[in-house]
Nanobody
Framework: QVQLVESGGGLVQPGGSLRLSCAAS????????MGWYRQAPGKERELVAT???????NYADSVKGRFTISRDNAKNTVYLQMNSLKPEDTAVYYC???????????????WGQGTQVTVSS
């Protein structure tokens, strides 16, 4: 059993900052890619940023230069530092991880439950 638990969402004014965290727990043997996605009302879920075990990162064009993804492999945790937030960043943010469980036979993607981020004055 694997769980991903996000934290750090909330209400922030335009131009403000938030830091999201996502901790993976359970019978984990290894974690490959970890990432953040978001889904705004009436829109499809979209990729925000990903990071592989070695540290290479990938960002959506809309967040480049404003958001930073990082991870602590010892804690099985991924972070998303969000600066210069805009109203269009308002969405539910979901954590995602590619995990090989103990005694597993393949990599599987797991999702967190989501955390709301609202950018409004």
């Amino acid at each position: 059993q694997v769980q991903l638990v996000e934290s750090g969402g909330g209400l922030v004014q335009p131009g403000g900052s938030l830091r999201l965290s996502c901790a993976a727990s359970g019978s984990i043997f290894s974690i490959n890619t970890m990432g953040w996605y978001r889904q705004a009302p009436g829109k499809e879920r979209e990729l925000v940023a990903t990071i592989v075990g070695g540290g290479s990162t990938n960002y959506a064009d809309s967040v480049k230069g404003r958001f930073t993804i990082s991870r602590d492999n010892a804690k099985n945790t991924v972070y998303l530092q969000m600066n210069s937030l805009k109203p269009e960043d308002t969405a539910v943010y979901y954590c995602n991880a590619d995990i090989w469980v103990v005694r597993g036979t393949a990599w599987y993607y797991y999702w967190g439950q989501g955390t709301q981020v609202t950018v409004s004055s």
